[in-house]
Structures are given as C-alpha cells and as structure tokens.
C-alpha cells in the first residue's frame, strides 16, 4: 500500500498543492486527471523526490519518510521503491536501447553487468522491443522510445511506477502501442499512478480515478462514479470539456 499524508509544494509565494492525501492500494492503478496546472505531474515529482516538498510524509508498504527531514539514504530508499515514466522520454541519447535500461540496474541498484544486461534484456522483448536492443533513441518511434522508458522502469522491479502523462508527446497514431504495454502491465498487478488525458484508458484500466484542480483533490472515487455520476461541478465542467474533445478528435 501507498499512502501520502500531507504532501504540500511551493514556488515561492505560488502554492502547487495543499495538503494532499492519498491512498492507493497494493496492485491498484489510480488515475489522476485535472487540467493543466492543476499539480498533477508536481505530485508525481513529489512522491519520486524529483521536487522536494514542503511538507508531508509517504509510505510505501514498510517503508515511510517524512519529507521535510529526508535525508539522502531516505531519498535512496525511495527511488528504490518507486520508478517515474516520464513524458519526454528521458532516454540517453549516446546509449543504445539496452544500455539504457542497464544504466539504473548497475549505477542505481548495483547490478553486475552481466545480471544487468540479462535483466534488460527480459524487460525489453515484455515491452516488444526485443529487436532493437542495439538501436539508438534516434533510431527509434516515439511509441518505442516511451516504451524503452517502460522496460527501464520496470527493470527495477519497483513497488510502484509513475506515469506522467506517457502519451501526450506522442503522434496519434503512436499512442496506442504505449497504452497497450501499460494495460499490460496493469494485469500484472503492479502498482500504478498514471497522470493522463486518456479517458478512455483512464475509464478502463484504473479502479481509482482523482481530480485535481488548483493543488487540491477535488473529487475521487472509482472509475464508473467518477465518469457515471461525479458529483462535484468542477469536475463535472472538466469532463464534459475533455470528453467532447476526445469525442470531437476521434
């Protein structure tokens, strides 16, 4: 289980989030929607300590870490049990594909080259990606750069993967491939929190979906509540925005 208490973020005098509490179960997939600047991919950055918060506290199954305080074996300890999915890739681009994935296994968890290499390997053909282990970033989609960003994530066996917005640098017609992985993985059981404009995956993948706005949660409950009968005006202003979008673009 995952259960942030707390977590407030600033920039300056600008409050990101205030005082957000969650809890998502071992296995569960949630879902955060809200328009943009509403603190989605901030709370992500936060749980990873890619952004410090200014307050709060998180647990991870046995592990808990109170933010303010952390102090580098913390955030170590963190990063071992979380892994982020980002929106631009974040690949190396001198790298090929396997080495990418290598990179946390060795630097990160100390893996011998050989386990590292096996270990990608693994990881790599999961994500359908088996054929281009010596490819370069440059050499590849961005559907299949993202899904590089997958198998490196998922290489480190965390207890929880955070996806923020993982298809939004995609063409349309790219999109699909990296939900599809991620649907996959969701049978599996790993634990996921998935920042997206996807409502269609949002509505079938998750079994807990949050609304963000202005740095708070909003509203939240299970997925057919939240899209069915939420019962916020805000939310309900966002969905009927971004499903008539959704509906307009396909």
């Excluded at 955030?75 to 594909?97: D, E, P």
């Amino acid at each position: 289980m995952i259960k942030l208490t707390n977590i407030s973020k600033s920039f300056g005098k600008h409050e990101v989030l205030h005082r957000i509490n969650l809890t998502v179960e071992k296995g569960g997939v949630v879902v955060i929607l809200g328009p943009s600047g509403s603190g989605k991919t901030t709370l992500l950055r936060c749980i990873n300590y890619l952004e410090k918060p200014n307050e709060g506290q998180i647990e991870i199954g046995d592990f808990s870490l109170d933010y303010k305080h952390a102090n580098k074996k913390d955030i170590h300890n963190l990063r071992q049990r979380s892994a982020m999915v980002f929106q631009h890739y974040n690949l190396f681009k001198h790298k090929t594909v396997l080495e990418n994935v290598m990179e946390g296994l060795i630097i990160v968890q100390k893996f011998s080259a050989d386990a590292a290499k096996s270990k990608s390997i693994e990881m790599l053909e999961k994500v359908g990606l088996g054929a281009k282990l010596a490819a370069y970033p440059s050499q590849l989609s961005g559907g299949q750069q993202q899904r590089v960003g997958i198998a490196r994530a998922l290489a480190l066996n965390p207890e929880v993967i955070l996806f923020d917005e993982p298809t939004s640098a995609l063409d349309p017609e790219l999109v699909g491939e990296v939900l599809d992985v991620i649907r996959k993985i969701a049978k599996e059981g790993i634990t996921m929190i998935v920042v997206t404009h996807e409502m269609g995956f949002a509505r079938d993948v998750s079994n807990h979906v949050v609304f963000m706005d202005e740095g708070v949660i909003v509203e939240e409950g299970r997925p057919q509540d939240i899209f069915g009968a939420p019962k916020e005006e805000r939310t309900k202003q966002f969905l009927k925005r971004i499903t008539s979008e959704w509906a307009y673009s396909i």
